[in-house]
């Protein structure tokens, strides 16, 4: 039971706006007395442990229609994921594993399914350290906001660069997130993999979670190499260098041990009371130099 | 932006409709309040188990249109226009087949999660008749037991399987 017996206080004032120019407008009104909220899981998780106080003014997002949109642009071969889009509708959708099969699984290894009815890609990608979040980063994901204006758009790895210290963000609403599908290269074959490290794998935060994408051809040579890793409170990021050292060479034993040491080099986690920096660093080196492996075969 | 106008007031409560084990009912509560709160302290009906409060042990799960749901992570004006069952709504009609299951099978021993059990079997025989066992242990992911062990739970499912495929109604027993 959560140290404060009896609950958090459950006074605040909850505005349902319609459109998201509504919903931008109360929140310049409220300023910071005023939270979006969509599923409210992650929310309520932060006022029952005291990270976050419950604000005087929530602005319900979910009955604004524009952010329930799931489609696919066919001549782009680009995804939008509506922010009000729930991790379970993800888990199911056909087209999000078809176009995203990366993602159907993070989806499937984020909490339970009793949360992913009510969670949003939304919430779990403002969290910062979401599990889908390296899923997403192998699909050069932008995210679409609303700022009062005429709508900003900006990759998601800019914007985790500078999310955790600069809180402008938090004045706009998250519309969407697009996602590119990849292509896959003639004489070509996809190689993709998705894994949470944790000690209950379905529900705490992870130790480490990583998302892989690569293409193999004929002789074993790698091309379009994507790899990201995150897990626990660590902020998820593709690993480039390790990425351009593996285009163009076949995943061998020599190419593998040298990814693998420079994981240990590079990789910088966030490590907790459980879970130190040197226990994270190698259980991602170890997770992608296994992967590797397995698409060479 | 009507709605955004008159935001549902912490003060002046208006009511949320919505529909709890099929009776439509108005909850004149504040709006954030949690739906395990208005359920065990406003409506007396304590089948719903409060335990971690945050989501993280499944006592409290109910069903909201269907699909399973923490009801301490579930504010009332969420629940607006919904359709509510809890695990008295799934005995109205007399005992479940899945309660059935949990008992002869000893898919119990304290109980005290027995009820958030239930709920999400039900929810996922409802939506899957049939579900292979790597969909039953997704589905029971959300629920915690920390007496019975998890075999009697599992059997259990399987036997509330079998009983549905065969016909067998609520109120056999």
Known sequence: MAANAQGVAEAPFVWHPSNTAEAWQLKQTFGAEGVFTAGGTLLRTQWESGLAAMPTHLINVGAIEELHRLGMDGESQTGHIGTMITLSEIRTSPLIHKNFPLLTEAARNIAAPSIRNLATIGGNVLSMVGDSIPALLLYDPVLHWHDGSNGLEEPLSEWLSTAAVHAAWKERLLIAVELAKPTLDTNTKRFVAYHKVGRRDAFTPSVITAAISLQLDPDHRLSDVRIALGGGQTIPSRLEAVEAFLTGKPADKKAITQVYGMILESFEPKGDAFVPVSYRKKAAANLIASELWKASR | ?173
């Open chain 2, 1 to 173: 932006m009507k709605d955004s106008i008159n935001p549902l007031s912490p003060l002046d409560t208006r009511a949320i409709p919505c529909t709890i084990n099929g009776n439509d009912v108005s909850l004149h509560v504040p709006p954030a309040k949690r739906l395990l709160h208005v359920l065990r302290d406003d409506l007396a009906m304590t089948g719903t188990k409060r335990s971690c409060d945050i989501g993280r042990c499944g006592a409290c799960m109910v069903m909201v249109d269907g699909a399973a749901v923490n009801s301490c992570l579930t504010m009332a004006y969420q629940c607006s226009g919904k359709s509510i069952t809890t695990i008295e709504g799934v005995s109205a009609g007399g005992m479940d087949p899945i309660q059935r299951a949990f008992l002869e099978e000893g898919g119990f021993q304290c109980g005290y999660c027995t009820p958030g059990m239930i709920i999400s079997v039900k929810a996922l025989l409802d939506h899957n008749a049939d579900p292979s066992p790597l969909e039953i242990e997704e589905a029971l992911s959300g629920n915690i037991c920390r007496c019975t062990g998890y075999g009697g739970i599992k059997r259990a499912v399987q036997r509330a399987i079998e009983w549905r495929k065969e016909g067998y109604e609520s109120g056999n027993d």
